[in-house]
C-alpha cells in the first residue's frame, strides 16, 4: 500500500489528518510506504512577518478577534477528541516553502515523518515563530540534521524542482485542499478523516488482489 500525502505545516488539519493516519497505520500492521508531498496555502505568505494566526485570519477575512476565534475553536476541539495537543490561538503565520525543502533534505535519511510532526508541534503546540531561522535550527538539529546541510539548503535553491513536481502534481489530480492523501494512485481521501476511511480502502485494495488472483 502506497499512500502519498499532500499537506501543509501551518493547516491545523494536516497536523490532526497526519496523527490519524498513523494510528491507522499501528492498527493496520500492513507494510505502507508514506510519501510526504509538499503543498503551499499561501505561496505568496511572507517569510519575515510573523503574525498571530488569530489577527491573520482577522485581517485576511475582515474579521473581528473574536469571529476569527470562534471560527477557530471548532480546529482545537477536533484535535482534543484526538487526544493531540493544540494551542492554536498561539499559532504564528509563517511561509512554509522552505520549511517543505527541508522536509525533502530529511526524507535523504529517513527523519521527514519526524521533521513534519515536529514542525508541526513547533507550530501548533508551542507558538513558536517559524520564520525565525534561529527556532527552525534548533527544531532540525533536535531531529538530528546536521546544522551545515540545513544552512546550505536555505541559502540554495536544493530541492525547489521537487516543490515545483508537488505543486504540478496536485493541480493534475485538482487539489485544492488539504490533507488530500492518494492511497496507490486509485483512490483520494480529502480531509482529516477518521481511521475507518483508510481501514476501507485498505480492505478495498486486499479484496482486489484476490480476485486479480482468482
Do not use: W
Request: net charge negative; hydrophobic share 40%; with cysteine.
Amino acid at each position: 500500500m502506497k499512500v502519498e500525502i499532500y499537506a501543509d505545516i501551518v493547516c491545523p488539519f494536516c497536523y490532526i489528518g497526519k496523527n490519524i493516519f498513523a494510528k491507522f497505520q499501528e492498527e493496520a500492521r500492513e507494510e505502507i510506504e508514506v510519501i510526504h508531498r509538499s503543498y503551499e496555502l499561501d505561496p505568496n505568505s511572507s517569510r519575515t512577518e510573523s503574525m498571530n494566526s488569530v489577527e491573520a485570519l482577522a485581517k485576511k477575512y475582515g474579521f473581528t478577534k473574536e469571529e476569527a476565534k470562534n471560527r477557530m475553536s471548532g480546529v482545537e476541539d477536533m484535535a482534543k477528541r484526538e487526544n493531540l495537543p493544540m494551542n492554536i490561538f498561539s499559532a504564528i503565520g509563517a511561509s512554509t516553502h522552505d520549511l517543505h525543502r527541508l522536509i525533502y533534505l530529511a526524507k535523504e535519511t529517513g527523519k521527514d515523518s519526524a521533521l513534519l510532526e515536529a514542525f508541526y508541534r513547533a507550530h501548533f503546540v508551542d507558538g513558536i515563530a517559524l520564520n525565525e531561522r534561529d527556532e527552525v535550527l534548533k527544531i532540525t538539529e533536535n531531529v538530528g540534521l546536521k546544522e551545515e546541510e540545513v544552512l546550505e539548503v536555505l541559502e540554495s535553491d536544493r530541492y525547489e524542482e521537487n516543490i515545483a513536481e508537488d505543486r504540478a502534481m496536485a493541480s493534475s489530480l485538482g487539489i485544492t485542499g488539504v490533507p488530500f492523501f492518494v492511497v496507490d494512485g486509485k483512490y483520494g481521501v480529502s480531509g482529516a478523516q477518521p481511521k475507518t476511511v483508510f481501514h476501507q480502502i485498505l480492505e478495498s485494495i486486499k479484496s482486489d488482489k484476490k480476485s486479480i488472483e482468482l
